[in-house]
T-cell receptor, first 112, second 113 residues
Framework: TQLLEQSPQFLSIQEGENLTVYCNSS?????LQWYRQEPGEGPVLLVT?????EVKKLKRLTFQFGDARKDSSLHITAAQTGDTGLYLC????????????FGKGTLLTVNP | DSGVTQTPKHLITATGQRVTLRCSPR?????VYWYQQSLDQGLQFLIH???????AKGNILERFSAQQFPDLHSELNLSSLELGDSALYFC????????????FGEGSRLTVL
């Protein structure tokens, strides 16, 4: 059983469209992180959300942490081809800072 | 460039063999994490070392072992390799400031034939 469930697993859209991807869990997390991974590279951190209900914006990307701290979403406005990649959410299970568990990710393809 | 260095980048070997993957964390970071990434399982946490000591273990097989040396570089040893061990193996380091962020290397792609 995956602790962090991400949906959709795959998403293919046209440049300029908006999209939202989700990260859900039945467990409470002290924080959640979002990473983006491009082919041939390791994941790179985009944002960390800590407070329930928190909303963070990074240019065209908007991240939200659920009020109960069990879920998070990533919304991209006017997607660009450069947004293509694997989006991963991650969190410390049980509040442990010694390990970070990842969802399986959403593979986003933005077509020109 | 994350500052985390992994070698080798690619490795092809046969079943039953043993390989060693090497990782140098970012300068100043004491933590090293190892992850395995496969298409069906995603990114799976294997093990975490801090300043030479093991701090947490995840889904690491008994055929796999790791250590962190006094100079803080780490090695992941994979033995009695099976076809299913073919995957990307990532090393990551964590800043001393403990922001929670992990900096990943580019990974070592292991193919077992």
């Amino acid at each position: 059983t995956q602790l962090l469930e991400q949906s959709p697993q795959f998403l293919s859209i046209q440049e300029g469209e908006n999209l939202t991807v989700y990260c859900n869990s039945s467990s409470v997390f002290s924080s959640l992180q979002w990473y983006r991974q491009e082919p041939g590279e390791g994941p790179v951190l985009l944002v960390t959300v800590v407070t329930g209900g928190e909303v963070k914006k990074l240019k065209r990307l908007t991240f939200q942490f659920g009020d109960a701290r069990k879920d998070s979403s990533l919304h991209i406005t006017a997607a660009q081809t450069g947004d293509t990649g694997l989006y991963l959410c991650a969190g410390p299970p049980g509040g442990s800072n010694y390990k970070l568990t990842f969802g399986k990710g959403t593979l986003l393809t933005v077509n020109p | 460039d994350s500052g985390v260095t992994q070698t080798p980048k690619h490795l092809i070997t046969a079943t039953g063999q043993r390989v060693t993957l090497r990782c140098s964390p970012r300068s100043g970071d004491l933590s090293v994490y190892w992850y395995q990434q496969s298409l069906d399982q995603g990114l799976q946490f294997l093990i975490h070392y801090y300043n030479g000591e093991e701090r947490a273990k995840g889904n690491i097989l008994e055929r796999f072992s790791a250590q962190q040396f006094p100079d803080l570089h780490s090695e992941l040893n994979l033995s009695s390799l099976e076809l299913g061990d073919s995957a990307l193996y990532f090393c990551a380091s964590r800043p001393r400031s403990n922001t929670g962020e992990l900096f990943f290397g580019e990974g070592s792609r292991l193919t077992v034939l």
